[in-house]
């Protein structure tokens, strides 16, 4: 059976994990293939709230082995919390032993540089992401896998946190890591994420070769992609679709299909240009009104109109066959709502996408403005119940990216969610 990959279209925050909750009831496996513990799904069923940070959004099905990717970069502490809190076993959790770890001094520096940076910061979670990363690319990093080699750690790791505090005391003014508290934690991961790491590309390989499918979670949005996003406002992995291959040890032929999920508006975290950002009272009304604050921070969600401009360039880039539209409810009763077809920058008109960020924040929205509707989308599971102003609204935007709606989420539970068409026939 092929796979199926769920990616963030926009700048993350677009309801991934609801999604992928709804989905996973008929997947055998959920894999996760990018990203650390800045990102954060909310799922929502009759078993409770679930705030998740690295364990993916099939936890709750029975059925279904979640699969933690090489392309991921894990802080144990955090997983070993995630896997407390759910109950989870090695019969339902499989971590890749090729993800890289977030160690302790990751953590330090991410903060330290953001702080350093001051007026200029990026807006980084202080998770220790981004180090973890740069130690990766740089043949610093330490794999989870050598956590069951506590020879290999007796030798590296000396050297690595020396390195390290010459950076934090020496550059940043920090307090140093202590060496003997980083082993600590280290035996101490070891000792309870043993049962779980394995290498998971085997275990993808295995589903797709039976008659499982297989659900690729993304974690992000592909505007923040360190390639293809608006650097040097990124995240600093791969959310979009080449991440799924390189994070999981997988070949572009497993796919049967790659679905977008959008948000019926858009919203962003942290710095970088939104071209269609809503100030003022109509911003503040939807983002009470949707919650619109970070699941891992907190931190409230800058909020803007659909920009079909970076979708579309979204949908080019990760070659998607399907739009899965969120939070379509939270528009239910807008006199009128305005999509972003174009940008003007400097003067001149442009359909295209500036991924410079220089170049981005001088683009002024260009928008169509189309009747609202007041009849409620909330809760509808049937196509038949669509409102004609709601309906249009979404033809529109399928006219506008080029690519087909799928499935509507309408509301934030399981059950909330009307099927268009199956994104996994």
Known sequence: MPAYAVIGAQWGDEGKGKIIDFLAENAAVIARYSGGNNAGHTVINDAGTFKLHLVPSGICWP???NVIGNGVVVDPDVLLKEINENDLDPSRL????????IMPYHISLDQLEEQRRGDAKIGTTGRGVGPAYIDKVSRQGLRVGELLDPEDLTLRLPAIVAFKNEIITKIYGGDPIELNAVFEKANMWAGQLAPYIRPVENLIAD?????GKVIIEGAQGALLDLDHGTYPYVTSSNPTVGGTLTGLGMGPRSYGGVAGVFKAYCTRVGEGPFPSEIHGEEG???????GEFGTTTGRARRIGWFDAVAGRYSARV???DAMIITKLDILDGWEEVNICVAY?????RTEQFPVDAVTLDR???IYETHPGWTESTRSITKNSELNDGARAYIHRLEELIGVPTKILSTGPRREETLVIEDFLA
Request: zero cysteines; a negative charge; proline letters at 3%.
């Open 207 to 211: 589903a797709l070769e039976s008659d």
């Open 284 to 290: 503040d009304s939807i983002r009470e009104q949707a």
């Open 363 to 365: 683009a002024k929205p």
């Open 318 to 320: 990760n070659g998607f």
């Open 63 to 65: 059925h279904a082995m």
């Open 94 to 101: 499989a971590v890749s032993d090729r993800a890289h770890l």
């Open 344 to 348: 003007e920058i400097d003067g001149v």
